[in-house]
């Protein structure tokens, strides 16, 4: 049982925009920034968003992120095949002193 | 451009202990976190704990403290990673991952390819 909260699974179809959440509490989400991480089938898994809504160099503008109390989300506009991937969320625990993870969401591109 | 490499796959027995190497290039060893994060079949990320390269002090998840030991060799350039008393429910995705925080949570953050332990009697 993951200590965040994302659903297992989300879809859409190319060029659609899609969310996916991502839930906690005061001690992770709610008072630290969250990173999220894409994780192709079969390889490791690769930042995408850190501090709740920057993203790295050469990670593309479709990807984006925001955080609102105990809760983040990720958004992706102009969906593409490629996206087709695991989706994780994180946070520094406070309580726990050490960063938790969501359970991961697969996003499915019809 | 950064690289880690970690040892690979292996097999082991109930009861047994597994080590797991990282090597890194392209960066200071020293100058960021090495965190190890665990990912069983079909499941998601756990993190296990971390080593500071520069003073070899560490951080361990509660769940793996007293079974993991994470240490950091700097004339390699080296992390590891032994997880003793396995059981099957170990059987599972090794990661190293460096970051410049210690909270995982910076723009520098990068993976290895991941170590698969198989604990099966």
């Known amino acids: 049982q993951s200590v965040l909260t994302q659903p297992p699974s989300a879809s859409g179809t190319p060029g659609q925009r899609v969310t996916i959440s991502c839930s906690g509490s005061t001690s992770n989400i709610g008072s630290n920034p969250v990173s999220w991480f894409q994780q192709l089938p079969g390889t490791a898994p690769k930042l995408l968003i850190y501090?709740?809504?920057q993203r790295p160099s050469g990670v593309p503008g479709r990807f984006s992120g925001s955080k609102s109390g105990t809760s983040a989300s990720l958004a992706i506009s102009g969906l593409q095949s490629e996206d087709e991937a695991d989706y994780h969320c994180a946070a520094w625990n406070d309580s726990l002193s050490g960063p938790v993870f969501g359970g991961g969401t697969k996003l499915i591109v019809l | 451009e950064v690289y880690l490499v970690q040892s690979g796959a292996e097999v082991k027995k109930p009861g047994a202990s597994v080590k797991i190497s990282c090597k890194v290039s392209?960066?200071?060893?020293?100058?960021?976190?090495m965190h190890w994060v665990q990912q069983a079949p079909g499941k998601g990320l756990e993190w296990m704990g971390l080593v500071d390269p520069e003073d070899g002090e560490t951080i361990y998840a509660e769940r793996f403290q007293g079974r993991v030991t994470i240490t950091a060799d700097t004339s390699t350039d080296t992390a590891y990673m032994e997880l003793s008393s396995l059981k099957s429910d170990d059987t599972a995705v090794y990661y190293c991952?460096?970051?410049?925080?210690?909270?995982?949570?910076?723009?520098?953050?990068?993976w290895g390819q991941g170590t698969l332990v198989t604990v099966s009697s």
């Open positions: 991952a460096t970051a410049d925080m210690i909270t995982f949570g910076g723009a520098e953050n990068h």
């Open positions: 392209g960066f200071t060893f020293t100058a960021y976190y």
């Open positions: 501090n709740s809504d």
